[in-house]
């Protein structure tokens, strides 16, 4: 059994920061990617970043490019996303995800409960 628990999620201006992480309890690997995924009010969920197993390979969605930042911690086995310059469009829930990586796409297998982000203007 896997599970993930994320943590950072909060209220900030726009243009500030926050860094969600991602914890996942497990006895071993039982995936290759970890991903981040979000969803606004009445949006469908979307992928955000996503990393493969041993830090090689960030996927970034278009809309956060340049932005956002994924990163692991493979010991702990633990996944952050650094959130720069955020906008209120941001506003989401977001959730972390681990699955199987399918060429450009982490296909989740587990899920986190999320956090929530909200940026004001």
């Known amino acids: 059994q896997v599970q993930l628990v994320e943590t950072g999620g909060g209220s900030v201006q726009a243009g500030g920061s926050l860094r969600l992480t991602c914890a996942a309890s497990?006895?071993?690997?039982?995936?290759?990617?970890m991903a981040w995924f979000r969803q606004a009010p009445g949006k469908e969920r979307e992928g955000v970043a996503h990393i493969s197993i041993g830090g090689f390979r960030p996927y970034y969605a278009d809309s956060v490019k340049g932005r956002f930042s994924i990163s692991q911690d493979y010991a702990k086995k633990t996944v952050y996303l650094q959130m720069n310059s955020l906008k209120p469009e941001d506003t989401a829930m977001y959730y972390c995800?681990?699955?199987?990586?399918?060429?450009?796409?982490?296909?989740?297998?587990?899920w986190g409960r999320g956090t929530q982000v909200t940026v004001s203007s």
């Open positions: 995800a681990a699955g199987a990586r399918s060429g450009d796409y982490c296909g989740p297998s587990y």
């Open positions: 497990t006895s071993n690997y039982r995936f290759n990617c």
